[in-house]
């Protein structure tokens, strides 16, 4: 069962301009985590909030979480032909504490 | 990266034949999980390990099973291979069940025939 759907499925942009992407969930969470992954590649963690935050920073990338409408943002500013890759929500939360992945959001910046 | 590797990294087979993936780990995190992606599908969870001998069923884990006797190594047996099970197969690994910030694998691409 998928609980985050990344919105759009993908995204094409010049460098240079910002990115943005969506993630809607179902259920209560503890955490949203948002992961990149280059082509043939594994996963690489980039950032996680917490249930509590309502957004945080690291370096050019923004999340935001909105518990109320269930969803969150990834806003990549400035973006760089190497931020070409997939991105991926994760949510945690459940008994069990499972990360729970959506399908994605493929995005190709253009020199 | 983190020091997560897996083996091998590619594996044609055929039906009905056993084949074993293995993931090494040398972070001495606790957590150790399975995820196959899929097209369409995303990345689902297999099973999952808290701890050596310790191990539980995901979402797809129907055709799989694991075993865990050491922190570092984790392994996940398809007893009978069948074409549905060509995926590529992610091992990945979490110090912390609060958070669970997970740390991927490079992925082992295999093809049932």
């Known amino acids: 069962s998928q609980q985050g759907e990344e919105d759009p499925q993908a995204l094409s942009i010049q460098e240079g301009e910002n990115a943005t992407m969506n993630c809607s969930y179902k259920t209560s969470i503890n955490n949203l985590q948002w992961y990149r992954q280059n082509s043939g590649r594994g996963l690489v963690h980039l950032i996680l909030?917490?249930?509590?935050?309502r957004e945080k920073h690291s370096g050019r990338l923004r999340v935001t979480l909105d518990t109320s409408k269930k969803s969150s943002s990834l806003l990549i500013t400035a973006s760089r032909a190497a931020d070409t890759a997939s991105y991926f929500c994760?949510?945690?939360?459940?008994?069990?504490?499972?990360?729970?992945f959506g399908k994605g959001t493929k995005l190709s910046v253009k020199p | 990266d983190a020091g997560i590797t897996q083996s091998p990294r590619h594996k044609v087979t055929e039906t009905g034949t056993p084949v074993t993936l293995r993931c090494h780990q040398t972070?001495?995190?606790?957590?150790m999980y399975w995820y196959r992606q899929d097209p369409g599908h995303g990345l689902r969870l297999i099973h999952y390990s808290y701890g050596v001998k310790d191990t539980d069923k995901g979402e797809v884990s129907d055709g799989y099973s694991v075993s865990r006797s050491k922190t570092e190594d984790f392994l996940l047996t398809l007893e009978s291979a069948t074409s549905s099970q060509t995926s590529v197969y992610f091992c990945?690994?979490?110090?912390?069940?609060?958070?669970?910030?997970?740390?991927f694998g490079p992925g082992t691409r295999l093809t049932v025939l």
């Open positions: 994760a949510t945690a939360g459940g008994s069990q504490g499972n990360l729970i």
């Open positions: 909030i917490r249930s509590n935050e």
């Open positions: 990945a690994i979490s110090e912390s069940r609060e958070y669970n910030e997970q740390f």
């Open positions: 972070e001495n995190h606790r957590y």
